[in-house]
């Protein structure tokens, strides 16, 4: 038996939850994304607390456990204030802002009215993006502390105070008096987190604790690991993530000098590629105008339609100055002419309304006869689209699909005397269509790629790479014939970006000059490619119109419209976008392997499976590889590039457990005794982790406790609101032996286990500030549960591999399965409801699970996914009639008036016949049980008394007339029942329940004063 770590017995979620909530809401200026694109990237302060929750020991005096920890943390009410160091001024934001953003969204004392919180926090981060470093650090000295003082400030909720606050990963840790207090408790000598992990690690392992992550994707785990002190290990199988990962731990943390040179080196090749372009001249016209943006187009010639059709799902091109393209038809061509013009306000809002929409529905509009329709799909023919040849870079003539440049957007800086007589610089934009000069640049721009084309694909600075079928590649493919990675950029963006390739690559280079350009040159494409859209709304750049990136969301959608950067367009790309810190120690790893390969010993390991995410990461990240598979072949020889489908995790069938069995075998063989493991997975549904455990269980691991982190969450609120969506973090060891273990015997100690830890984390739960809500007790349960069984080899002599692959119908459970939803029921039934102690016991299933259910919702919970636990966990199969609504995230249960509508009427009730019962029935066709309950006729009576006006007679009577003597037994509970019932319509959010909770406390207070 090894000492206990900190994260075995607690975790304080309600905080990490809220913290990781803060820096998602970074969006682009959380630490690593600024790196490059990867999806599902875990929080770095969610990381750092695993781990050290993981070296940290648990003492005999939990309390203090969880002060000391939240102090490590700087989450403690002392850490919180010193990070609280204020905000920026509006003042001071409306000063650094351009002229644009000035204009639109400022006013003389601050933001324009009307704007909501996120709105403003866009409009700062847009400004913030357009800052040098000098004008960031400049704006960011004028924070004023908000919070006057520090009782002010405790007097808040977490998360309200964490809105005042810089991440923990932006200040420099505990305080001196905090780390005396820390080494006290902990019996060390740190002075930072380095040094404390140090000693912890070698106190555990005897040396510095090595972590590492298998499936390491855009690198969080390493790099944290690394950034606070241990030696870490990161490996892929994709090469995209090897590079992330690879830059997280040597650009980053490579220190000041490794930064620095990299950035010089990238301005001097974006130097290099501004001159070739300006010696083209294929950016600026005669007007001294340079390109800001170049809108294109797909058009087509339906059969039956004597000119091509310009499509798109609207014209609108800028909301701020009311741009819009029209269409006209040219005698004698079967092209139409676009015009640019500005419109009224009252037409900008019927073009935002389609007007002129050309595409709609999946179907093509005629736009001069709206009742014109083609299907998109029925254009592509009955054998689909031409496929395009690798020295396609525009449509063939006669290709279904034709391009077309429609509107250029023109930028000129101009000297103007403003009214105090001094010069200042102005930005003047136009927006036109396209004339003959810049159809002949658009000319040149393809010739000028043509004549190179064939040498930059040999050299790698252009992709070559053929597009392999797969569940999203396969759209880009399917809906424009699409063959190759290169078709999936402009001529002009191939030449732009390709420029950049080739000055990075012309010079002496070295890993992290390679790695920087690689970096660049994904994040350019990931800005900058046929699958941009346009975007002109308002809350976008100001309304001048901003494009949009490739992976807005996980797919690779085709658009009818796009935008085309200059080179200007692209730099803030490219560059490299370094934070502050030290150099790491040299002794972390990244690399590209099979997890299943893996031969490194680590003493943690942290990963984050692949598990039912469906983010096809082999197929997405091909867009960005193809860009520098060749050159990263010269970096690092030992990397595939090639993301190697055939052996990506991904699903969650059969071939899936076996890889995942596999794996975590692998791990567990390459771990001391005494080491840890977490898995990390975000999924809705806390039920399928229960099919991880089992996966984790067969890999001869043990779990000992488990904690969900609100990682992803809507404005609406942390731990609360709906769409709040939990990353599960799982805690391992090794099983030592493998006991063989009986059911029978099993079920008294989960059920020992479940109400042991139920109750811990109750003893630690702060009234004012709940640290665990219902989901948080439900996983508990399911942790306690394969806590107990997970430390068998067999169960009443079955092997548990065996049990994981065995082929069941789809209605039937293993006794694995079983044990685990039987710990679900123990800890529902421990978790009473506040208030119903006295009522509880003497309860059915079904009523207590509408009690609960009730409970859940007088708490904000509404996810359908819930209610489902619940019933699960009481054992109730259907609850259809029971709920008033069922959407996902809109679930609410029936009041008692509700229930008169619903239909659900008690048995044996009087007009029962009268009311449709059918929704009363189970799927069999027998009553639904709780239409027999004692609660669902005190919820009758309740009805009775509303229907009455309030009198309780009627009510009070068909309570005696229902029970007849046995009415006397039940009077108290009754009156207990109602009186919680009276209680709801208080709550916040049950306003539904306002009126029978009010009939509630009315028949309570005659039920009590009732007599025989
Ligand atoms: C959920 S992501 C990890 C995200 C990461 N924790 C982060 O914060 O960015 C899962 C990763 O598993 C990788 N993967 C899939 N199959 C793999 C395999 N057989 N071996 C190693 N890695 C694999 C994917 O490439 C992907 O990067």
């Given at each position: 038996m090894f000492m206990r770590a900190f994260i075995e017995t607690q975790f304080p979620i309600a905080r990490l939850s809220a913290e990781s909530y803060k820096e998602r809401k970074a969006g682009a200026s959380q630490t690593l994304t600024g790196l490059g694109k990867w999806w599902g990237r875990k929080p770095l302060i969610l990381v750092r607390a695993s781990i050290l929750g993981m070296l940290m020991p648990a003492s005999d005096n939990p309390k203090k456990d969880r002060e000391i920890?939240?102090?490590?943390?700087?989450?403690?009410?002392?850490?919180?204030?010193?990070?609280?160091?204020?905000?920026?001024?509006?003042?001071?934001?409306?000063?650094?802002?351009?002229?644009?953003?000035?204009?639109?969204?400022?006013?003389?004392?601050?933001?324009r009215q009307g704007l909501t919180e996120e709105e403003k926090e866009d409009i700062c981060a847009q400004i913030w993006g357009t800052l040098t470093e000098e004008e960031r650090q400049a704006l960011d000295s004028q924070r004023r502390r908000p919070v006057p003082d520090r009782a002010t400030f405790d007097a808040l909720t977490y998360a309200e105070r964490l809105r005042h606050c810089e991440r923990p990963e932006n200040v420099t840790g505990p305080t001196a008096a905090a780390w005396t207090e820390i080494n006290v408790h902990l019996g060390t000598f740190a002075n930072n987190l380095p040094e404390l992990v140090e000693e912890l690690g070698h106190r555990t392992f005897g040396h510095t604790p090595r972590v590492g992550d298998c499936f390491c994707g855009g690198g969080s785990i390493p790099f944290e690991a690394a950034r606070i002190g241990c030696q870490a290990f990161g490996?892929?199988?994709?090469?995209?993530?090897?590079?992330?990962?690879?830059?997280?731990?040597?650009?980053?943390?490579?220190?000041?000098?490794?930064?620095?040179?990299?950035?010089?080196?990238?301005?001097?090749?974006?130097?290099?590629?501004?001159?070739?372009?300006?010696?083209?001249?294929?950016?600026?016209?005669?007007?001294?105008?340079?390109?800001?943006?170049?809108?294109?187009?797909?058009?087509?010639?339906?059969?039956?339609?004597?000119?091509?059709?310009?499509?798109a799902p609207s014209w609108v091109i800028s909301e701020k100055?009311?741009?819009?393209?029209?269409?006209?038809?040219?005698?004698?061509?079967?092209?139409?002419?676009?015009?640019?013009?500005?419109?009224?306000?009252?037409?900008?809002?019927?073009?935002?309304?389609?007007?002129?929409?050309?595409?709609?529905?999946?179907?093509?509009?005629?736009?001069?006869?709206?009742?014109?329709?083609?299907?998109?799909?029925?254009?592509?023919?009955p054998d689909g689209l031409r496929r395009w040849t690798n020295e396609d870079l525009v449509p063939r003539p006669g290709d279904v699909f034709q391009e077309r440049l429609y509107c250029i957007r023109w930028v000129k800086t101009i000297t103007e005397i403003n009214s105090a007589g001094k010069p200042v610089e102005k930005i003047v934009r136009r927006y036109a269509a396209p004339d003959a000069a810049d159809l002949a640049r658009e000319d040149k721009v393809l010739e000028l790629l043509r004549e190179r084309f064939a040498d930059w694909q040999r050299e790698g600075f252009t992709p070559s790479k053929a597009i392999i079928s797969g569940y999203n590649t396969e759209q880009p493919i399917r809906e424009r014939g699409w063959t190759h990675w290169h078709h999936l950029f402009t001529p002009r963006q191939l030449l732009v970006h390709g420029v950049l390739m080739q000055k990075a690559h012309c010079g002496p280079s070295n890993k992290q000059l390679v790695v920087a350009s690689a970096l660049g040159i994904a994040s350019c494409c990931n800005w900058n490619s046929r699958l941009c859209g346009w975007t002109p709304q308002l809350a976008r750049s100001g309304g001048i119109g901003a494009f949009a990136q490739t992976f807005y969301?996980?797919?690779?959608?085709?658009?009818?419209?796009?935008?085309?950067?200059?080179?200007?367009?692209?730099?803030?790309?490219?560059?490299f976008k370094g934070g502050c810190m030290d150099a790491f120690p040299e002794r972390?790893?990244?690399?590209?392997?099979?997890?299943?390969?893996?031969?490194?010993?680590?003493?943690?390991?942290?990963?984050?499976?692949?598990?039912?995410?469906?983010?096809?990461?082999?197929?997405?990240g091909d867009f960005f590889l193809a860009w520098y598979d060749k050159q990263l072949v010269k970096a690092f020889p030992e990397w595939t590039p090639d993301a190697r489908a055939e052996l990506a995790v991904r699903g969650d069938g059969e071939d899936f457990r076996r890889s995942m069995v596999e794996i975590y075998r692998n791990l567990a063989d390459h771990m001391?005794?005494?080491?840890?493991?977490?898995?990390?997975?975000?999924?809705?549904?806390?039920?399928?982790?229960?099919?991880?455990?089992?996966?984790?269980?067969?890999?001869?691991?043990?779990?000992?406790?488990?904690?969900?982190?609100?990682?992803?969450?809507?404005?609406?609120?942390?731990?609360?609101?709906?769409?709040?969506?939990?990353?599960?973090?799982?805690?391992?060891?090794?099983?030592?032996?493998?006991?063989?273990?009986?059911?029978?015997?099993v079920y008294p100690l989960v059920e020992d286990e479940v109400k042991h830890q139920i109750e811990s984390m109750q003893a630690l739960d702060e009234d004012d500030e709940p640290n665990f809500n219902d989901a948080d007790y439900q996983l508990a349960a399911y942790a306690a549960a394969l806590k107990v069984l997970t430390q068998y080899g067999t169960l009443d002599g079955r092997d548990v591999e065996h049990e994981v692959f065995a082929v069941r119908p789809s209605n039937e459970k293993s006794d694995f399965e079983t044990v685990i939803e039987r710990a679900l029921g123990i800890a529902c039934d421990t978790l009473?409801?506040?208030?119903?102690?006295?009522?509880?016991?003497?309860?059915?299933?079904?009523?207590?699970?509408?009690?609960?259910?009730?409970?859940?919702?007088?708490?904000?919970?509404?996810?359908?996914?819930?209610?489902?636990?619940?019933?699960?966990?009481?054992?109730?199969?259907?609850?259809?009639?029971?709920?008033?609504?069922?959407?996902?995230?809109?679930?609410?249960?029936?009041?008692?008036?509700?229930?008169?509508?619903?239909?659900?009427?008690?048995?044996?009730?009087?007009?029962?016949?009268?009311?449709?019962?059918?929704?009363?029935?189970?799927?069999?066709g027998a009553a639904h049980p709780f239409a027999s309950s004692a609660l669902r006729h005190l919820l009758f009576a309740i009805r009775e008394t509303r229907t009455a006006d309030n009198n309780p007679e009627p009510g009070r009577q068909y309570l005696r007339d229902t029970f007849g003597q046995g009415y006397w037994g039940r009077r108290?509970?009754?009156?207990?029942?109602?009186?919680?019932?009276?209680?709801?319509?208080?709550?916040?959010?049950?306003n539904e329940w306002l009126n029978d909770s009010e009939t509630a406390r009315i028949l309570a207070g005659r039920l009590r004063n009732d007599q025989a």
């Open positions: 920890f939240l102090k490590i943390l700087t989450m403690d009410d002392d850490g919180a204030w010193q990070r609280c160091k204020g905000e920026i001024p509006v003042a001071a934001w409306r000063e650094a802002a351009p002229p644009e953003i000035q204009d639109e969204f400022f006013g003389a004392r601050g933001f490996s892929d199988l994709n090469p995209v993530a090897g590079l992330l990962t690879w830059a997280s731990l040597n650009l980053l943390g490579g220190g000041r000098e490794v930064r620095e040179n990299v950035r010089r080196v990238q301005e001097d090749v974006f130097a290099a590629a501004g001159r070739q372009i300006t010696e083209w001249g294929i950016e600026q016209n005669e007007r001294g105008e340079r390109a800001e943006a170049f809108l294109c187009c797909v058009e087509v010639k339906p059969e039956g339609c004597d000119y091509y059709i310009p499509l100055y009311r741009i819009v393209t029209i269409w006209h038809k040219v005698p004698g061509s079967d092209w139409l002419q676009p015009e640019v013009i500005a419109v009224s306000k009252s037409d900008l809002e019927l073009y935002k309304a389609k007007k002129g929409a050309t595409v709609a529905d999946s179907r093509v509009i005629d736009p001069f006869d709206p009742n014109r329709t083609w299907s998109v799909e029925a254009l592509r023919g969301n996980q797919a690779l959608n085709t658009l009818f419209n796009w935008g085309t950067r200059p080179l200007a367009g692209v730099h803030d790309f490219f560059a972390n790893i990244a690399i590209v392997a099979d997890a299943r390969d893996l031969r490194e010993t680590c003493d943690l390991w942290v990963t984050d499976p692949p598990y039912a995410d469906a983010v096809n990461y082999h197929e997405l001391p005794d005494n080491g840890l493991q977490m898995v990390m997975f975000t999924h809705q549904d806390p039920a399928v982790w229960a099919d991880l455990g089992m996966i984790l269980w067969a890999a001869g691991l043990k779990a000992t406790a488990a904690w969900t982190i609100s990682t992803e969450t809507e404005a609406a609120g942390i731990k609360k609101g709906n769409y709040v969506q939990g990353t599960v973090c799982l805690v391992l060891r090794k099983r030592a032996a493998n006991d063989p273990g009986f059911l029978d015997e009473v409801p506040r208030g119903l102690d006295n009522a509880w016991r003497d309860l059915s299933l079904v009523e207590r699970y509408y009690l609960r259910a009730l409970d859940i919702e007088s708490r904000g919970e509404r996810r359908k996914g819930m209610y489902e636990e619940l019933a699960r966990g009481f054992g109730v199969t259907d609850i259809r009639p029971l709920l008033k609504s069922d959407k996902a995230n809109g679930t609410r249960m029936h009041t008692p008036s509700g229930f008169a509508a619903a239909g659900l009427a008690p048995v044996g009730e009087a007009d029962a016949d009268a009311l449709s019962v059918r929704r009363g029935r189970t799927a069999g108290e509970r009754f009156i207990s029942l109602l009186e919680w019932l009276a209680a709801l319509g208080n709550a916040v959010g049950m």
